[in-house]
């Protein structure tokens, strides 16, 4: 160690610096409740701190923050001296299971047990992440609820926590003459979600996370906003007390504190010795992500109140306890820049690129941003330092910027106007949040999406041309659009790795029946956003052939039936693409043809001709598999009640279309009433149907 007088200018320098820093945050954290590094950053300052601190004593204040229990008290509140103090735990550093084990040896180095003494029995609990807060209770009486603050004296917030339902106003059976019990006000994530939610849809600022909204609930100057917070509490120990035999070990305590009608959470686990401990922690962290609120590690304490008092207090925090936190699930690091991705549906998504980050268990180096939308409205520009959050399996996410280490120089994203696979024009329909590579066909992120949806089986139904063999294909090069496929010759497909002789020929003759097609599954195949199967149907049966359909502008889409002016502007938009139509030439050129010029007849099947709308649910059909059941027999399901609706099919809690219906004296069904009439039609329609396709 060195001799008092020889501490470094520079030891000395970045311990003030240390300090300042640790007040700043400090102030942020219990103040603002807005901080703006993760907890694990703060830690390490803290613990840099200390280290100096022990290294050169010389630079050790008594104001120094490592000689409190930290926090600080806001000014609106009236003190209240905490006659036993509040204190804080001892914080383990390893984020492993051995730290569960490393604490009880440590205990038993304290207790100066032989190797072969039992193992010392212990409880863990959960480590809720929320407020500390005591609460007075005198003659069974609630009387002073308070805040941790320094762990001397904290704030009255006794009107606040009145409105906190889970805090019984009164202990239930024989309450001793004094009782303060100790415990974490919080937030169900449940909760929090559904104030997002509200807060969201009026337009309000969104809550950062449920800690610092339990806080911040906490400390409002109105009780009637705390009142709204829906918060919770749980306790976990006790203060002062008064004319009470206290409970001999922290499991009977927190029994005890229960059938005062407290609540306590169950969720803890007797443990002897390190190895049950190091068990517990694995086991909660498993099931982090699926407990219903916030935690950020475990809590070990020896179970028996005896060896605690045994082994007593170090400067402020009890020997006999120790939180053991997990990985953080946040963590900050820079945005360094933010690239585009082209998904198979063409959908552009922009993608954070960040300076390698371990946080939730692993180095998270991408993060997906959704939309541009979403970047402007986080105010995410590259440069920033960011929060980053992963929890349990979910994928990593930037929560939010911090806006103080912005630096000057921090650039916001632009989305380009070009694909950067295919150079196409990448386009927002109206009303989409989306950006979309307008390349089709030719953009090789959307070709191989693209060359399976052309081979489905209700498109150009391409038997045998699956997952794995496009992806051969592309990959190799030796596909890029729907037209090579018509190009393949047996020879190429045979060479593939893992492709018998025997299936390259079925592929290829598969590939071979497919040139005879039907316009509709044409259209269908090619893929155009928001055109399915029904449209696709609509689009042949009305413009007859395809280059009427691709000479159509916006308006005379909107002539057909259930065309709306998004769909016109996505067919408008596919054919407007040069390459779209080359792609379309290829095929033709290849050889794939349909029967064109006359408008189709109508559909076959027992119900065509027939517009169905489907409202509430039915006893036995998903709304899926209705829709499925009244197309399969040529029957048109259309999304709302109109005079050309032919029938309204009801089920369980119809709304507003079964209104409508009545309203309009459209037919109205029921499941076995549709049964019927696919059964009825179905015989009586037979022979007409004949006749007609015949003619
Ligand atoms: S016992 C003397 N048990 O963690 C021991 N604390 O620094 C007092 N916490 O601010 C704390 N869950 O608010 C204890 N099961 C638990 C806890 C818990 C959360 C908080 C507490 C305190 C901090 C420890």
Known sequence: MAAPGAVPAAATKRAAVLRSQIAEHDRRYYEEDAPTISDAEYDALFRELRSLESDFPSLLTPDSPTQRV??????????????????????????????????????????????DAPPIIYLAELKFDGLAVSLRYEEGTLTVAATRGDGETGEDVTANLRTVAEIPASLRGRAPPLLEVRGEVYMTRADFTRLNERQRAAGGKLFVNPRNTAAGAVRQLDPTVTAKRQ???????????????????????????????????????????????AAYYEDVK???????????????????????????????EPRWAVAHKFPPEEMSTRLLSIDVQVGRTGAVTPVARLEPVF???????NVTLHNDEEIRRRDLRIG?????RRAGDVIPQVVRVVQEKRPPDAREFVMPAHCPECGSAIARLPGEVIARCTGGLV??????????????????????????????????????????????????????????????????????????????????????RHVGEATARD????????????????????????????????????????????????????????????????ERGALAGLNFVLTGTLPSYSRDDAKALIEGAGGKVIGSVSRKTDYVVAGAEAGSKLAKATQLGVAILDEAGLEQLIARRGTATGDERGHREQA
């Open 70 to 115: 930290g926090g600080a008290r806001a000014a609106a509140f009236a003190p209240v001296v905490h006659r036993v103090p509040m204190l804080s735990l001892r914080t383990e550093t390893q984020t492993t299971a051995a730290g569960a084990v490393a604490f009880d040896a440590r205990m038993r180095r304290e207790l100066k047990l032989a190797p």
């Open 231 to 277: 918060l919770r509490f749980f306790a976990y120990g006790i203060g002062e007390s008064d004319g009470w035999a206290t409970p001999p070990t922290q499991d009977a305590l927190l029994t005890a504190l229960a059938a005062f009608g407290l609540p306590v959470n169950g969720d803890r686990r007797l443990a002897h010795g390190g190895e049950e401990l």
């Open 286 to 316: 498993a099931r982090r992500a699926d407990l219903p609120f916030e935690i950020d590690g475990v809590v070990y304490k020896v179970d028996s109140l005896e060896v605690q008092s045994e082994l007593g207090f170090r400067s402020r």
């Open 359 to 365: 946080v939730g268990g692993t180095t998270v180096t």
């Open 384 to 388: 920033d330092t960011v929060i980053v």
């Open 443 to 528: 953009c090789p992120a959307q070709r191989r999406q693209a060359l399976l949806h052309f081979a489905s089986r209700r498109a150009l139904d391409i038997e045998g041309l699956g997952d794995k063999l496009v992806e051969q294909l592309v990959d190799g090069g030796i596909v890029r659009t729907p037209a090579d496929l018509y190009r393949l010759g047996l020879g190429k497909l045979a060479a593939l790795e893992r492709m018998a002789e025997k299936s390259a020929a079925n592929v290829v003759a598969a590939i071979e029946k497919s040139r005879s097609t039907t316009l509709a599954r044409f259209i269908f195949g090619l893929g155009i």
């Open 539 to 602: 689009l042949a049966r009305h413009f007859g052939t395809l280059d009427a359909l691709m000479d159509a502008d916006e308006a005379r889409l909107l002539e057909v039936d259930d065309v709306g002016p998004v769909l016109a502007a996505s067919i408008a938009g596919f054919f407007a693409e040069p390459h779209n139509r080359e792609g379309i030439e290829q095929l033709r050129a290849a050889g794939v043809h349909w029967p064109e010029g006359a408008r189709r007849a109508p």
